[in-house]
């Protein structure tokens, strides 16, 4: 259990006012670790009657009984009120002390001390007093400190991270938020990566008895404490040990934490592990972890596989809000992808393949559901990758498809392979230098057809698209070879290029197909 704050029998022994008197322990030191409540000074033959646990009892052992059972009885009691320990000073009757007074205090764990020289009991009982007085007025206000900031969330509103990171810096250790399917939800570390706090985070949590009060459990020595929903239990809350024991300001912490946690539950309507999935999705496409080994952690500890497995990222870029869409797949991707909204109209999925897997199938199926919320859905695919530390590679590829797509377009998903010189120019769209391309190049055209009402720029668009071939554009364009022909010397001359100059034909068919992207 928790250790609870305050002087230890071995604290007091070290204080100047009795380690002058030169203390040795005899007995019970394996005890010595005890709370020491009060001190109480006695010379009386029955003290047990005057004392209520906690005490550190100092006696010169005059009144001390010879007879051996009468020593047991003294001690019996003693230990029976729950003393926390004997302090005989070796002066006045005793020069050492009585074997009966040392079998009787092992007997019954009581830590027995003497002291070789004499000392000042009353000094000793106005230092400890002080220092007790003032430890508890320090709890108090260290109670009152925890109670108010947690308040203070509460009435703020604040989200699940912000709880967690808050029990994190009033303990100084490493707490973690998790769900009934012992899936880490939320990991702040303390001292340590989160790598080390989540290293096989499900199999350690389901080795550590799951109770309904806090308790410290397990072999690894977790104080954990429930956090519920609506009345039923929804997970817990985790403090991981360190090299300190747990003490009662630990768990007061701990349990106005998952108390804090409880009503944010009933504030924030967006599932945690929903907003834990887009957080690690952020920070591995984003590349903000620390080490490889971290976001493989944190990705197992929500349950994905990450061994053996490949990694897709995937776009979903709707018209309208993401939100829903984001809960759609969420659900029908479950356990087997992190899903999260990047942006408003943008939801990223990073699946988990196993090794070999097909992913086609996979997206297909992605793309259909987002369809069915969403018919404006455009999916867009990056490459596969063996490592999560290349996932924000698949991510760019997968932007810069994005970026490329045409309107209108009836695939279910897209990938790099699918680009071409089009959906390249349909990317540089808004760059100036593009625009101005198109008007150095064709803007001359254009202008002469609207104020003529001529048609040579729909003719050197057939004349570009049959590669040159004058019986195919005449067909496409529906005139006669001779009227094609005088077609094309008007644009040579207006346009100042050689239309049998495989580059200027070049030249001008990029500026018509960018004229058709700008014009959408």
């Known amino acids: 259990m928790p250790q609870k704050q305050g002087l230890t029998v071995a604290d007091v022994l070290a204080l100047p006012v009795l380690a002058s008197g030169r203390p040795e322990v005899v007995a019970g030191e394996q005890n010595l670790d005890r709370l020491v409540r009060w001190v109480h000074i006695t010379e009386l033959t029955d003290p047990a009657s005057f004392l209520k646990g906690g005490e550190l009892v100092l006696t010169t052992g005059v009144p001390l009984p010879g007879d051996a059972s009468l020593v047991r009885r003294y001690v019996d009691e003693l230990a029976d009120v729950g003393a926390a320990a004997l302090v005989l000073e070796l002066v006045r009757r005793f020069h050492r002390a009585p074997e009966p007074l040392i079998r009787a205090c092992r007997a019954r764990g009581l830590p027995l001390v003497t002291l070789a020289r004499d000392v000042n009991f009353l000094e000793v009982t106005q230092v400890v007093h002080t220092l007790i007085l003032g430890n508890q007025t320090e709890v108090l206000r260290r109670t009152q400190q925890i109670h108010e900031a947690f308040t203070t969330l509460t009435l703020r509103g604040a989200g699940p991270e912000e709880v967690v990171r808050t029990a994190v810096e009033m303990s100084r250790r490493t707490v973690v938020l998790e769900n009934l399917a012992h899936q880490a939800v939320i990991c702040e570390p303390a001292g340590t990566d989160a790598e080390t706090a989540l290293a096989h985070w499900e199999r350690r949590s389901r ?39 747990f003490s ?28 834990a999935h887009r957080t690690v999705l952020h920070d591995i496409a984003e590349q903000r972890y620390r080490s490889p080994g971290e976001a493989r952690a944190r990705a197992a500890a929500l349950g994905l ?31 087997t992808a992190l899903v999260g909204t990047l942006t408003e109209r943008r939801v990223g999925v990073l699946l988990f393949l196993r090794k070999g897997q097909p992913w086609q199938s996979t997206v297909e199926q992605l793309s259909r559901t987002a369809r069915e919320e969403d018919a404006g859905a455009v999916v867009s695919v990056g490459c596969e990758v063996g490592d999560l530390t290349h996932v924000a590679r698949s991510f760019r590829e997968a932007g810069r498809v994005a970026e490329a797509v045409l309107p209108g377009s009836d695939l279910l998903f897209h990938r790099l392979s699918d680009i071409g010189l089009r959906h390249l120019l349909h990317t540089l769209r808004d760059d100036v230098r593009v625009q101005d391309y198109v008007e150095r190049q064709i803007g001359r055209l254009v202008e002469h057809d609207a104020r003529n009402g001529t048609e040579l720029l729909p003719t050197l668009r057939h004349y570009l698209d049959a590669a040159g071939n004058k019986t195919i554009a005449a067909r496409r364009g529906g005139i006669s070879r001779q009227t094609l022909y005088d077609r094309l010397h008007a644009l040579e001359r207006l346009l100042d290029r050689d239309l049998e100059l495989g580059e200027h034909r070049t030249e001008l068919h990029v500026a018509l197909l960018t004229l058709d992207v700008l014009r959408g």
Request: no cysteine; net charge negative; glycine share 6%.
């Open 248 to 275: 009662a300001e630990d768990v007061t912490v701990l349990e106005r934490a998952a108390m804090t946690l409880t009503i944010a539950r009933l504030i924030h309507s967006t599932a945690w592990e929903r907003r």
């Open 207 to 245: 080795a550590t008895p799951v109770v309904d009060h806090t308790e410290v459990l397990g072999e690894e020595g977790w104080l954990t404490t429930p956090v519920e929903f609506q009345g039923e239990r929804w997970g817990r809350v985790v403090m991981l040990p360190d090299t300190r024991s």
């Open 305 to 335: 596989p990450v061994t053996d497995a490949s990694f897709l990222a995937v776009l979903v870029d709707v018209p309208r809000s993401a939100g829903e869409v984001e809960t759609l797949l969420s659900r029908t991707l479950e356990r």
